[in-house]
Nanobody
């Protein structure tokens, strides 16, 4: 069974940076659709960024120019580099994998942006 393990969350001041990592078990990682979602208290989970097997990416408007999603297929890992962080980026961030109709979620990692 594929597992996703996130790391890299924490407390950071506004304007700071964090890099989230999501390590996936299993094989053929390079063809998976991977994404990062986030969920703030009292809000619905939202898609932050995605990266497909061919490397094409998408971003939600609020993070464009600040966040970068990338993947290292040799390490079965997807990253989310977050720069110029704002208090409104505070949320639990979840790694997401889709292969056909099979969806897997990570356990989530807390990101708190506060002075």
């Amino acid at each position: 069974q594929v597992q996703l393990v996130e790391s890299g969350g924490g407390l950071v001041q506004p304007g700071g940076s964090l890099r989230l990592s999501c390590a996936a078990s299993g094989s053929i990682f390079n063809i998976y659709f991977m994404a990062w979602y986030r969920q703030a208290p009292g809000k619905q989970r939202e898609l932050v960024a995605s990266i497909s097997g061919d490397g094409s990416t998408t971003y939600t408007d609020s993070v464009k120019g600040r966040f970068t999603i990338s993947r290292d297929n040799a390490k079965n890992t997807v990253y989310l580099q977050m720069n110029s962080l704002k208090p409104e980026d505070t949320a639990v961030y979840f790694c997401y994998r889709r292969f056909g109709s099979i969806v897997t979620w990570g356990q989530g990692t807390q990101v708190t942006v506060s002075s």
